[in-house]
């Protein structure tokens, strides 16, 4: 497994990294198991054998898989692989409503984590909103000082979803240690985009990779004229081998995370950035993935990394369902596929038109999505 080094310190980090969000789940969960709908034996095998190839990087969050994540992630790392790995997961800054919640809140995930420390810390999913109604209002750098001094974490960093002109202020505002930012070829120039990529790497700042196949709408069900522009590429690869060659190309990524939910994911991904590096792109094969951003660009409606920070909605409306409905009836021209599927979630109570616009959704989305306006357009579109 190829390693880098972790920005302005002095040790190295595979660069694929094992995100612990969307672990593989069973549809009939033991209503007494402590990890939730999540298939227990094959995500710690699936960890495991990544660790034994090599990674040794392992991301989770408070919330993640409905806060049972840190929980498999801690059976996951028992019997020596704790060891052998950077154990990163984050602080849920939204729950955060005093300097002592920090404590508490780290306390409670070292247990479910069943750890003394953190490798890598992150207060999660910064913007505007939560960088000054939380993170400065409640004094969250003497938090994450003092943990570090108590040995509870290791290194300080951030995840992020906003501007680029908010993600500078951020990183020049306390000494980090690395921060995670959202980036694949779509967007290059959204959010932090590259450009805050290179700020903070020049800073010294590690920098980690999230959604690097956009939630996984860069290699399912792919249309036939970007399949055709991948087919024609001189080096034969599958859609996610040039999304992943594509974030390695440049030497400022440190860590890519991806979601892996199979033991198909797992080996493939390991076999593609082992051997991905930085610079080998010729200036052929990045045009042709700008070709293919091309076309995305112009079918994609919502732009959903189904991440799920919207719900549960009040209403029961199924926000991320009806997005990706709608997105893969225009993006393939499958309309009477997804008016059948839209159908269901009309019978079962979930459809657009229950929304009542409380704008709770809105306020939660990383992406800044117009969920609102968003949901009344799937509607007219999904239930003529």
């Not at 594509?246 to 860590?255: D, H, K, Q, S």
């Not at 409306?317 to 997804?338: D, M, R, T």
């Amino acid at each position: 497994m190829q390693r880098r080094k972790f920005g302005k310190l002095d040790f190295e980090v595979s660069l694929l990294g094992f995100g612990c969000m969307r672990l593989p789940t069973v549809s009939n969960p033991d209503p007494n198991s402590d990890v939730g709908n999540i298939d227990e034996a094959k995500a710690v095998a699936m960890i495991r054998y990544a660790i034994d190839q090599g990674v040794n990087y392992v991301d989770t969050a408070y919330n993640y898989h409905d806060g049972k994540s840190e929980v498999l992630v801690g059976k996951a790392l028992k019997d020596g692989y704790r060891d052998k790995v950077n154990l990163a997961t984050k602080l849920p800054v939204w729950a955060v409503n005093s300097e002592e919640d920090c404590d508490r809140l780290l306390n409670e995930q070292l247990k479910k984590l069943q750890t003394d420390h953190v490798d890598m810390y992150l207060l999660h999913a910064l913007g505007r909103g939560s960088w000054n109604n939380k993170v400065l209002k409640y004094n969250m750098f003497k938090f994450l000082d003092k943990a570090k001094a108590d040995g509870r974490i290791k290194y300080a960093g951030f995840s992020f979803h906003d501007d680029l002109d908010v993600f500078k202020e951020i990183v020049d505002a306390y000494d980090w240690d690395f921060c995670q930012i959202q980036l694949n070829y779509m967007d290059d120039e959204y959010q932090a985009g590259v450009e805050g990529l290179r700020y903070a790497s020049d800073k010294g700042l590690a920098v980690v990779i999230m959604e690097p196949l956009r939630g996984g709408r860069l290699v399912k069900n792919i249309p036939d004229d970007v399949q055709a522009i991948w087919d024609q590429a001189p080096v034969k690869r599958t859609p996610a081998e040039w999304a992943f060659r594509w974030l390695a190309n440049y030497p400022e990524v440190t860590v890519i995370l991806s979601g892996m939910s199979t033991f198909d994911d797992v080996e493939a991904n390991i076999a593609t950035l082992s051997a991905a590096t930085p610079n080998s792109l010729s200036e052929e094969e990045l045009a042709i993935v700008r070709r293919v951003k091309d076309i995305y660009n112009q079918r994609i409606k919502v732009h959903c990394t189904d991440c799920r920070y919207c719900m549960p909605c009040p209403q029961g409306v199924a926000i991320p369902h009806i997005f990706s409905i709608y997105n893969h009836a225009n993006v393939y021209n499958l309309y009477g596929e997804g008016k059948q599927h839209y159908s269901h979630l009309i019978r079962d109570n979930k459809s657009a038109d229950l929304c009542v616009e409380c704008g709770n959704c809105e306020s939660k989305c990383p992406q800044n999505l117009s969920i609102i306006a968003y949901l009344k357009e799937a509607h007219a579109a999904l239930s003529e």
